[in-house]
């Protein structure tokens, strides 16, 4: 059974139990979909800031990006423990000659690779989904400014998370054309993140 297709109890033992998965990075894509999916609902209220169809337009566009991340987001749950599982499985492999410990090398890189890409990825949705926040906090009903402060926090440990996974892996890869361009864009999507955090925030300190 998929993680994202668990009980709530289940999941959090899951994430409680000894096993190496689901670790960090699947709880930084909970996280993020979390504050994806509270977003949405803030950006489909019947109600608007100031009830005009500029706040409805800009609140609908909102909620189609909303969606596709929670989406992808979503997915990335499992995949990152996939991805992880893979990087385990390698170091397991033989190495008792030359072919095998070449084998296991090539293995390990290309788990830890698949293992960087799946948080990264969460990154860009989840900093998508915090651009898209400064048009719900800037748009949404003032009533739901607690939903969407819970779903800036939420997004924002997604980020952060992830990019600690991000890292981690990366500390491993010997590609080191792939590790330079992947942590330079781990930074400008925590940069990114960090901004939109923060006009989201005025925004609703501004309601």
Known sequence: ????????????????????????GSASAVAAAIGASLLTMVAELPKTRAGTPADRSALTAAAAALRRAQQTLTRAVDDDSSAYDG???AYKLPKSTEDERAARTDAIQNALRAATDVPLGVMRDAAAALDQAVVVATHGHRAAASDVG???????AGVNGAG?????????????AYAATASSEAARLARGAAEYADAATAALANG
């Open 150 to 156: 819970v779903a800036v926090a939420l997004l924002r």
């Open 164 to 176: 600690l996974n991000v890292e981690i892996n990366l500390g491993g890869l010997k590609d080191v």
């Open 87 to 89: 990087v385990v499985a």
């Open 1 to 24: 059974m998929l993680l994202v297709d668990k009980p709530l109890h289940e999941l959090l033992a899951a994430f409680a139990s000894p096993a190496p998965t689901p670790g960090g």
